[in-house]
């Protein structure tokens, strides 16, 4: 008797520990939208489309040696890079606290598009169209950055949510 | 017939003694035999020796266990068997703390995959070993991020970006020169010169220039830099790639040139493993000296007393004459 209650109680666990991180999966999969957005659901949105190759995801601590954003300025961000350099790749989302603050993120975002297009053009001009149609976006307080494979469609999911 | 009519006769009695001795003789042998072969299961299996040899003899270490025997010469040398081994991948992260790398895109992956810290690291794609020289990367020149930092050690892993259209012995005295400033800009750090990767053979079809022997024969002219120049080489060609003699798949890019995340630890083992077994020659070596300088202290020392001994008198003489004259 002890011992079909103990595998009850196991398999209900499971069970729901299942359930959980289903639910999980799910809600990054279909992602909130506009005032519901987070940052990392717009980048989850994106990647599950558009590949970001050896993507590594930054955070407040490193994002100074690619942007130069003031990380106090920043309410979320969620930002992913290609890890081997070989590729320009990049998704950048970030939610200020205030639209001066989204402001000058922009302009940091625009000077390391500047920067990559100036390492790029000689470096693998095969690769120049992601940044040549970058996508930019300032929305109130958010700035979002893309450049990857497919542009286009990732203008278009970033532009769904917001 | 009786047992007891039988009557023993002196050459009976004489045989039953000499079987007996001859019994005995070999139980006694029986028993040393059984002692000795006892003894030998006991007995301690003869001390491995482990012999580790950088080059040639000028100092020896001995241990009583295991027999380790570290020789060594002035300089690393090719010949050179490392003394210390770290196990591939198994790198320190509080080692890097006191080195610099310098490169190229292959370098930002050090940063980008978050194994070293970004100030610790000055690289971007597309760099060559004569382009580094003039190339600002975040508003700086190399020489000024190195001064900045002033490690013990600086890291140069660069030339993958020139072997398609530069001749190898063009960027070998570039680089040549690159280490002659670093040198006049930071004199207490050390040069560390790394290998450069091997490509992938798809790689190799798409971009015929960039091939493996191109990059064989420029790894080459380095190293023989590296030894002319008196600094640490850094081989990780040989790590890098499969049975065929090109990159392994599991640390390629898929461009075939660049690498995934797993190539670094391997590569940043290696660099700690050179920079390890560099230190251990230079203590090696330290002690050496001090220990002939101090066999040659105590010689001078005799000579010196003997010469004031025997100048004494003259000395005395000239410490006579008047200053003024």
Redesign the interface.
């Known amino acids: 008797m002890k011992k079909s209650i103990i595998a009850i109680a196991i398999t209900a666990m499971l069970m729901l520990t299942g359930c959980e991180s289903g639910e999980a999966v799910e809600a990054n999969a279909t992602v909130s939208t506009a005032a519901e957005a987070t940052a990392s659901g717009i980048t989850a949105a994106v990647m599950a489309e558009i590949e970001i190759?050896?993507a590594?995801e930054k955070n407040a601590e490193?994002i100074?040696?690619y942007y130069d954003i003031d990380t106090a300025t920043v309410a979320e961000m969620s930002v992913f890079?290609?890890?081997?350099?070989?590729?320009p790749d990049e998704l950048a989302v970030f939610k200020f606290n205030d639209e001066a603050g989204a402001k000058a993120g922009a302009e940091a975002v625009q000077s390391r598009l500047d920067s990559q297009i100036a390492?790029?053009t000689?470096?693998?001009p095969a690769e120049m169209y992601k940044l040549n149609e970058a996508v930019l976006i300032t929305e109130g307080n958010w700035v979002v950055f893309a450049a990857c494979a497919d542009n286009a469609r990732a203008k278009e999911i970033i532009e769904s949510i917001l | 017939m009786s047992y007891n009519d039988k009557k023993s006769t002196p050459a009976d009695i004489a045989a039953t003694l000499v079987i007996l001795v001859l019994a005995a003789a070999i139980v006694v042998l029986l028993c040393i035999y059984i002692l000795k072969l006892g003894g030998a299961f006991e007995a301690k299996p003869e001390p491995v020796q482990t012999t580790h040899i950088i080059s040639e003899a000028a100092v020896t270490e001995t241990t009583t266990e295991t027999e380790i025997i570290i020789t060594t010469t002035s300089a690393v040398t090719e010949e050179s068997i490392p003394a210390v081994t770290v196990p591939l991948g198994e790198y320190d992260e509080a080692f890097f703390e006191r080195t610099f790398i310098v490169g190229d895109s292959l370098s930002t992956g050090f940063v980008n995959y978050e194994f070293l810290p970004a100030d610790k690291v000055f690289a971007q794609a597309g760099l060559t070993p004569s382009s580094i020289m003039f190339t600002e990367v975040g508003g700086s020149l190399v020489y000024d991020k190195v001064t900045e930092n002033n490690p013990e050690y600086i890291c140069i892993m660069l030339g993958t970006n020139g072997i398609a259209y530069l001749e190898a012995d063009f960027m070998s005295e570039k680089m040549s020169l690159f280490i002659d400033e670093l040198r006049m800009n930071c004199p207490d750090s050390e040069i560390v010169l790394v290998s450069i990767p091997p490509v992938t053979a798809e790689h190799e079809i798409d971009v015929p220039e960039t091939n493996i022997d191109r990059i064989k024969l420029y790894n080459s002219c380095i190293e023989k830099l590296a030894e002319e120049k008196d600094v640490i080489w850094v081989e990780t060609y040989s790590i890098l790639c499969d049975n065929t003699g090109y990159l392994a798949d599991e640390y390629a890019e898929t461009d075939g040139l660049h690498l995934k995340i797993h190539a670094y630890p391997i590569i940043l083992s290696r660099i700690q493993e050179a920079i390890m077994n560099y230190e251990l020659i230079q203590e090696l070596e330290a002690e050496n000296t001090s220990e002939t300088d101090a066999v040659t202290e105590s010689e001078t020392m005799e000579s010196t007393e003997e010469a004031v001994v025997t100048t004494l008198p003259e000395e005395t003489e000239a410490s006579e004459i008047p200053v003024n004259s």
């Open positions: 190759p050896s590594m490193n100074g040696a890079i290609c890890g081997s350099g070989a590729y390492i790029y000689d470096y693998t």
